[in-house]
């Protein structure tokens, strides 16, 4: 079955302190693996696309990476405004659909 | 720069009343899809939409549920008879391309939808 996790559940950490978050995925096929922000009742807002392992991508203080089983989104000195719930996604490859992992909640703290 | 949009943003009804939620999805994007997010739970995939017709959908997606692109722009997800379980917030997304492609999909704000 597919499966997609993401720890931790919840984060805090104070402004400027960088860490990372995990996505851990088991999927027949992968064909793309997404990461979304969504702020509390909104959206969820798309940030990037891995294809295929040893990818990275960065904007701003994120930067995403992808292995065979899981990816990475490293925050740079985070600032409070980075604040939200960060979701993985992957995209099988025979579907069109995604199949999300619960998220992570990152709060930083001024 | 292009979004998708949704109406209305907050709807409430009465268990066993029928519901329409729209969306509008990106003008050049081919692919529609609606996913449902249980308050406090994941994000879940409902259906997707290609060509005037359903191409994928999920357990959930039951005979309680229909979509439609009634015009070029426009595409709703229709409930038939609300269960308390529907309440939730649901999700329209776009992307470019589908099933062959990588595209990242582009999702709406959202409409809220409580079932009492």
């Known amino acids: 079955e597919d499966q997609v996790t993401q720890s931790p559940e919840a984060l805090r950490l104070q402004e400027g302190e960088s860490s990372s978050l995990n996505c851990s995925y088991t999927v027949s096929g992968l064909r793309g693996l997404f990461w979304y922000r969504q702020d509390p009742g909104k959206g969820p807002e798309f940030l990037f696309t891995?294809?295929?392992a040893g990818e990275e991508k960065e904007k701003e203080r994120l930067k995403a990476t992808l292995t065979k089983k899981e990816s990475f989104l490293h925050i740079t000195a985070p600032k409070p405004e980075d604040s939200a719930t960060y979701l993985c996604a992957v995209r099988r490859d025979y579907g069109q659909n995604f199949v999300f992992g619960p998220g992570t909640r990152l709060s930083v703290l001024p | 720069e292009p979004e998708v949009t949704q109406t209305p943003s907050h709807q409430v009804t009465q268990m066993g009343q029928e519901v329409i939620l729209r969306c509008v999805p990106i003008s050049n994007h081919l692919y529609f899809y609606w996913y449902r997010q249980i308050l406090g739970q994941k994000v879940e995939f409902l259906v997707s939409f290609y060509n005037n017709e359903i191409s994928e959908k999920s357990e959930i997606f039951d005979d309680q549920f229909s979509v439609e692109r009634p015009d070029g722009s426009n595409f709703t997800l229709k409930i038939r008879s609300t269960k308390l379980e529907d309440s939730a917030m649901y999700f329209c997304?776009?992307?470019?391309?589908?099933?062959?492609?990588?595209?990242?999909?582009?999702f709406g704000p959202g409409t809220r939808l409580t079932v009492l």
């Open positions: 891995l294809y295929s």
């Open positions: 997304a776009s992307s470019r391309q589908g099933l062959r492609s990588y595209n990242e999909q582009f």
